[in-house]
């Protein structure tokens, strides 16, 4: 197959074989396309191109990363762009090499999730039911942050859920994840409660609008935005300022922290590892793991902090 013309056209043919044949997720399409773009800048600064470009080209670029200052995972995620994007152009025939093949690279930083306390839970929960201009306002918060809480959903999940997953009161709900992967997760009783509610107040404004003339929202969460829903940077500053009101450090609270909690504090509470994973729609349980690994830290401060024979250490 000849190779497209120009390093704009090589991004988007690979992105859309990404969509197309490995099912990637949107955010991740996105992440890979921002990379490439960046890469192909630097390229192009350096007189080259995706035909040109060796593994001493690649390999620059990479130090270049560094130099700028990005983190080891930002790099990573780069490398892991470029080298799937020339395995691609490898087997469309568009080169005759992967030059980044065999480019070891610098690895994602061993980093425990950020989490929160069953109290700073609670506070959030709290302060949720109050925050609002008026009581739509109010109840809507209050649906977002106890079903984040109660399903770990990630927050794209969360304000991407069509209204019609709501309706009937149900005891579990339908989440698409990553790459379109579906899955059922539980909800808790103030959940379902706080659902019930947010679900008649909405539905009311909604009929007010299509009598007004507007079009009726498939969203649970309608919004302003191009997909008709809450957005992802809308809710991460909602639950700064929902943070703040309740006495929480903000700089240690977004709606991925809520997502550790819950995990977190299921494991606490005696989950088994296999059904988190369930839950929080991971591919591998290695990923799920890493809880393990926050739960022997609190219980190691818990020990060297409480235990009378530890007081003089």
């Given at each position: 197959m000849t190779a497209p013309a120009g390093m704009e056209r090589w991004i988007s043919t690979f992105l859309e074989a990404q969509a197309a044949e490995a099912d990637a997720a949107r955010n991740t399409r996105l992440a890979y396309g921002r990379d490439l773009l960046d890469f192909a800048g630097w390229l192009a600064r350096q007189g080259s191109d995706f035909v040109t470009a060796g593994r001493e080209a690649v390999e620059d670029?990479?130090?270049?990363?560094?130099?700028?200052?990005?983190?080891?995972?930002?790099?990573?995620r780069r490398l892991s762009a470029i080298r799937q994007m020339f395995r691609f152009a490898h087997d469309e025939g568009w080169r005759t090499d992967n030059p980044a093949i065999r480019i070891k690279g610098p690895g994602p930083s061993a980093r425990l999730p950020k989490?929160?306390?069953?109290?700073e839970v609670e506070r959030l929960l709290d302060a949720a039911r109050t925050k609002g201009r008026d009581e739509a306002?109010?109840?809507?918060?209050?649906?977002?942050?106890?079903?984040?809480?109660?399903?770990g959903m990630r927050v794209s999940e969360l304000v991407g859920l069509p209204v019609a997953a709501a309706r009937g009161d149900p005891a579990m709900i339908l989440v698409r994840g990553k790459g379109g992967k579906e899955r059922m997760v539980p909800l808790s009783a103030p959940a379902r409660a706080a659902l019930a509610d947010w679900l008649i107040c909405r539905d009311a404004v909604e009929e007010a609008g299509r009598k007004a003339g507007r079009a009726v929202s498939r969203a649970l969460f309608p919004g302003p935005g191009v997909d008709g829903h809450l957005t992802r940077q809308h809710f991460y500053l909602l639950i700064k300022e929902i943070a703040v009101l309740a006495g929480v450090d903000p700089g240690?609270?977004?709606?991925?922290?809520?997502?550790?909690?819950?995990?977190?504090?299921?494991?606490?509470?005696?989950?088994?590892?296999?059904?988190?994973?369930?839950?929080?729609?991971?591919?591998?349980?290695?990923?799920?793991?890493?809880?393990?690994?926050?739960?022997?830290?609190?219980?190691?401060?818990?020990?060297?902090?409480?235990?009378p024979l530890a007081k003089g250490e």
């Open positions: 670029y990479i130090v270049f990363c560094e130099a700028q200052g990005l983190a080891k995972a930002t790099r990573a989490t929160l306390s069953l109290d306002g109010r109840l809507r918060n209050a649906a977002l942050v106890e079903l984040l809480y109660a399903t240690k609270v977004t709606p991925h922290t809520l997502r550790h909690a819950f995990a977190t504090h299921l494991l606490a509470g005696g989950a088994d590892l296999r059904v988190i994973q369930t839950l929080l729609g991971h591919a591998d349980v290695a990923t799920t793991e890493i809880y393990t690994h926050v739960l022997d830290d609190r219980l190691r401060e818990l020990v060297l902090t409480k235990h």
